[in-house]
């Protein structure tokens, strides 16, 4: 795996677009936008283009996409910014960067490349935990199943076939049982109102019982996956990261205690670990991406 250092050296580009926001890095340079309430796209690519371009003209480009791209690049949906559906992100792009390779893969895939990269570890899986659960899986080194073939849905694994309702229409995913939104909703049903999110957290460090037990099932439900998924791809460790679960102490751990509780025997247990790279993650891999066209290609 290429080194993400390696990449600011020689001026490639990473960005990560986010419902509410982009980030971008280049040389070492880094920034920030905050998305205008949707118009139309050529507004966004308008917002994009001057924000990147005080950086000058880039070598290469990688871009982290929370939306589901076909691998012509046409956007099939974006929850966030559904006016992009059906746009063809190589044509717009050239039209910012004309004559640059552009290399677009999913938020939650670049996220495991980058914390593989950050570990040196080449057989890795990795969950962020927040709005959401994406994630990846990293194998030889390289993303599996690949970025032409889609995205790798860790969130959308069944682990309850009577769970609760999930986003994308059926019950039980993990996402459905774990991601932030899942486990405050979990937290108001133990304690008969929505808390904020600093109450639950505090309450949690201050180890009151409803948010404990609030966060052991959505842990239950991770290490449930976790321990699936290991039985398939059998990666040298698990990785859990994403805002909710980093600003949770403990959280990765509890998912490790859960999870060796479901080992089979004979089996030894996949190390469950704490990510490195915070919310940094998607961005570091776009980077990587930019370095890596060929990752992108069928």
Request: with cysteine; net charge negative; glycine share 16%.
């Amino acid at each position: 795996m290429a080194q993400s250092g390696e990449e600011d050296k020689i001026t490639n580009l990473g960005i990560d677009i986010g419902g509410t926001k982009v980030a971008f890095r280049m040389g070492g340079r880094s920034g920030e936008l905050r998305w205008a309430p949707f118009r139309d796209i050529r507004d966004d690519l308008a917002q994009l283009a001057a924000a990147v371009g005080e950086l000058g003209v880039p070598a290469a480009v990688g871009v982290a996409m929370p939306a589901t791209v076909d691998p012509d690049g046409t956007v099939l949906t974006w929850p966030n910014r559904p006016g992009w559906t059906g746009a063809n992100l190589y044509r717009l792009f050239d039209e910012i960067f004309p004559g640059v390779p552009v290399s677009f893969a999913d938020d939650g895939d670049l996220a495991a490349v980058a914390e593989a990269d950050a570990a040196g570890c080449a057989d890795l899986v990795y969950f962020g935990v927040g709005t959401g659960i994406g994630g990846g899986i990293v194998s030889g080194g390289r993303p599996w199943p690949g970025f032409a073939r889609g995205s790798c849905e860790l969130g959308h694994l069944i682990v309850d076939r009577n769970g609760p309702p999930c986003t994308c229409g059926r019950s039980g995913c993990v996402q459905a049982l774990a991601s932030g939104p899942a486990t405050l909703s979990r937290a108001a049903g133990i304690l008969g109102h929505e808390p904020e999110f600093a109450e639950f957290s505090q309450a949690y460090r201050d180890a009151c019982g409803w948010a404990m037990a609030a966060v052991q099932e959505s842990c239950a439900a991770l290490a449930a996956a976790a321990v699936g998924i290991a039985e398939l791809a059998h990666p040298s460790r698990v990785l859990i990261g994403g805002g909710f679960a980093a600003a949770l102490p403990g959280f990765a751990a509890e998912v490790d205690a859960q999870a060796k509780t479901l080992v089979r025997p004979g089996k030894q247990a996949v190390p469950i670990q704490a990510a490195a790279l915070g919310g940094l993650s998607s961005l570091h891999g776009a980077l990587l991406l930019a370095g890596n066209q060929h990752w992108g290609k069928p």
